[in-house]
């Protein structure tokens, strides 16, 4: 049994991803300083490359829940980098 392509739980899981990065920028253009505009070219390939990749685990999670491609799509960002914060466990 196979992972088959959806669009709708690709794009629901992109969306997903692309939320946490959303709330963050409000705060800090909004709460922190609305002059300050916190894009770079390598800021914007990171994140697209964070949503892309968010839409593909919710296709490859092969349920086609909305709320569920949504959370998986929220969650690839938060487990990416918390990998990316702990070093691995070397084996005993």
């Known amino acids: 049994m196979g992972v088959r392509w959806s669009w709708s739980r690709f794009v ?9 990065e959303v709330v963050r920028l409000y ?9 300050i505009f916190p894009f770079s070219w390598q800021y914007l390939i990171v994140s697209l490359v964070f949503v892309v990749f968010g839409g593909l685990f919710a296709v490859a999670w092969n ?23 702990s070093p691995p466990a070397l084996p005993k």
């Open 12 to 20: 629901w899981g992109a969306v997903g991803a692309a939320a946490p």
């Open 27 to 35: 705060k800090i253009v909004v709460q922190v300083n609305p002059n």
């Open 63 to 85: 349920d086609d829940n909305p709320i569920k491609c949504l959370y998986v799509g929220v969650s690839f960002p938060i487990i990416i980098s918390a990998w990316g914060q």
